[in-house]
């Protein structure tokens, strides 16, 4: 059974060899075993309640229990932007009128914006390409949703998340070769490593100052505004379903999207319910995919399970339960995976 568990210190180096895997674009996943544990210590300060609100965070992985392999990774920043500003560029339009000449005319721009922060931010998701089946990329994002309901009160309001964007054939941006390169004049990739130590100066000291017209760009640097990577698309379509959208802001870097929500718009406040587990091996009927998440903070856990609870009952299986470390009488949060079509 595949479960997606907060991180230990034990899980650097095969975080790391995951890092390995996820390619140019994701800040928050480097290789670099120094960056991965420190990160996991902040997670440990974060449950200790030794960190401030703007070091906090959560990092989770997804792991086969019957063999301990890591094949998934994703986290949670509880407040972004309070430390060093969070940039992303705001989209906005302008009109233009003659009443003279009887012309009008609407024109977007580009204008550097800190305004997510303090939003909670859903950050470095990937799960191994030959793990991407089934419903592991559901249960491995999805597990984020979970968290947040059964720990609303560690949050602020709104929620956030930053989709990688568009690179080229060559691993280039497209949006970065037209539009950053001449503002940072370093490598994008050079850039990226930057962020990802936390050394962001340089992102004030350099960008630029005034609004960018998107009708002066190229094509296909225009092309990449709001659009995702495709292998970022279906992790994408997976929080929209969840209550996310692209408002107005996207990445300063490669013009990725940035969903957003507020965090009680989400269907995980709507839909999930608490109930209390009994473990039998009597056999139930098969239902639609359902998440089942733990209750304690430092041993919180989620799973995917394909029973419904009942009455406020939910059956595990013993090996459900040990993979979940749950007993009889413990409670949980379940929620149906998928929303349910309307007809």
Not at 176 to 202: M, N, P
Request: proline share 5%.
């Amino acid at each position: 059974m595949k479960i997606v568990r907060l991180c230990q210190f034990s899980d650097v180096d095969k975080l790391v060899e995951l890092a390995h895997k996820a390619g140019p674009g994701m800040t928050t996943l480097k290789p670099d075993p120094g960056a991965q544990a420190a990160r996991i210590d902040r997670v440990r300060r974060t449950l200790q309640g030794s960190a401030t609100l703007a070091d906090q965070g959560y990092l989770f992985l997804m792991e086969e229990t019957d063999t301990g392999e890591i094949v998934g990774v994703c986290g949670i920043e509880t407040a972004v932007g309070l430390e060093q500003p969070f940039y992303t560029y705001r989209i906005d339009t302008t009109v233009y009128a003659s009443r003279e000449l009887g012309i009008w005319s609407k024109m977007d721009k580009l204008s550097i914006s800190h305004d997510l922060t303090g939003y909670a931010e859903l950050c470095s998701l990937f799960l191994d390409p030959l793990h991407r089946v089934n419903c592991n990329g559901a249960l491995l994002s999805k597990s984020r949703f979970m968290f947040l309901a059964q720990f609303a009160e560690r949050f602020g309001t709104r929620v956030c998340a930053e989709m990688r964007g568009v690179f080229d054939e060559h691993g280039d941006s497209p949006f970065w070769r037209a539009l950053g390169s001449h503002f940072y004049r370093i490598d994008f990739h050079e850039a990226d490593r930057l962020v990802s130590l936390g050394q962001k100066s340089f992102l004030a000291e350099l960008m630029p100052r005034f609004p960018v017209y998107i009708d002066f760009l190229p094509d296909e640097a225009k092309a990449c505004i709001g659009t995702t990577h495709k292998d970022t698309t279906p992790a994408r379509h997976l929080l929209e379903s969840e209550g996310l959208r692209l408002e107005r802001h996207i990445d300063i870097f490669e013009a990725g999207p940035v969903l957003e929500a507020r965090i009680d718009s989400l269907r995980v406040m709507r839909e999930s319910s608490l109930c209390n587990v009994v473990i039998s091996d009597a056999h139930t009927n098969p239902t639609a995919p359902h998440l089942i998440a733990t209750s304690q903070l430092k041993k919180f856990r989620t799973g995917l399970i394909y029973t419904a609870p009942k009455q406020g009952l939910i059956i595990l299986t013993p090996a459900e339960a040990k993979a979940l470390q749950v007993k009889t009488g413990d409670q949980v949060r379940m929620m149906e995976a998928y929303p349910r079509r309307v007809a």
